[in-house]
């Protein structure tokens, strides 16, 4: 069973950076793919990142390539979003999810497991 709980979530000036964190409680992290998505207020969910179970394969949307780093521990049961020089459009509830097939969340912006959601807003 795959349970996500994410963290890092905050508020901060444009320019700025936050580290989200997703941990998995249960015993198989290390057989999913992961990945970060997004709704901003008044908006649909949107793919933001995702990676391999290995980490071998990383994948982003156009708006976040080069600001932000998707990255993953697998002896920790934890994946990461380094968010660097933040905008105010960056304002959204990010969501982590897992799926055993990385690209059902890179391409088809879906995936079999997700968490309850972390708050990020960022002022101009």
């Known amino acids: 069973q795959v349970q996500l709980v994410e963290s890092g979530g905050g508020l901060v000036q444009a320019g700025y950076s936050l580290r989200l964190s997703c941990t998995d409680s249960?015993?198989?992290?290390?057989?999913?793919?992961m990945g970060w998505f997004r709704q901003p207020p008044g908006k649909e969910r949107e793919f933001v990142a995702a990676?391999?179970?290995?980490?071998?394969?990383?994948y982003y949307a156009d708006s976040v390539k080069g600001r932000f780093t998707i990255s993953r521990d697998n002896a920790k049961n934890t994946a990461y979003l380094q968010m660097n020089s933040l905008k105010p459009e960056d304002t959204a509830v990010y969501y982590c999810?897992?799926?055993?097939?990385?690209?059902?969340?890179?391409?088809?912006?879906?995936?079999?497991?997700w968490g309850q959601g972390t708050q990020v807003a960022v002022s101009s």
């Open positions: 999810a897992a799926d055993g097939v990385v690209m059902t969340m890179a391409l088809y912006h879906s995936a079999e497991y």
């Open positions: 249960g015993t198989t992290f290390s057989k999913y793919g």
């Open positions: 990676i391999s179970w290995n980490a071998d394969n990383t």
